[in-house]
């Protein structure tokens, strides 16, 4: 069974860092691509980051580009998504995700992936 358990989201003030975590079971994540999205209340799934396992190309947002940056580690099965200036726009539902490396490049279109994590709250407020 295919699992992507997110971990790492709390309550953080504005201006303040979390990196949050995407630890994969049953499947190595060689030869995927891995995205993060996120979703906050009464708005529509939104994109944020991802990377390929083959050649480690990153795509990011632009409304995180430069506060983000999404790392993988191979030998723990894990992706880290280190977010730094955050504001209180960035809270949401953050969720892990993964896909086929079909190509170079990954996206953040939802349908390129078939694997998703339930979820990591992540909450920025004074």
């Known amino acids: 069974q295919v699992q992507l358990v997110e971990s790492g989201g709390g309550l953080v003030q504005p201006g303040g860092s979390l990196r949050l975590s995407c630890t994969a079971s049953?499947?190595?994540?060689?030869?995927?691509?891995i995205a993060w999205f996120r979703q906050a209340p009464g708005k529509e799934r939104e994109g944020v980051s991802c990377i390929s396992s083959t050649d480690r190309l990153t795509y990011y947002v632009d409304s995180v580009k430069g506060r983000f940056a999404i790392s993988m580690d191979n030998a723990k099965n894990t992706v880290y998504l280190q977010m730094n200036s955050l504001k209180p726009e960035d809270t949401a539902v953050y969720y892990c995700?993964?896909?086929?490396?079909?190509?170079?490049?990954?996206?953040?279109?939802?349908?390129?992936?078939?694997?998703w994590g339930q979820g990591t709250q992540v909450t920025v407020s004074s």
């Open positions: 995700a993964a896909g086929p490396a079909f190509a170079r490049r990954c996206d953040v279109l939802p349908g390129s992936y078939g694997s």
């Open positions: 049953g499947f190595i994540l060689d030869y995927y691509y």
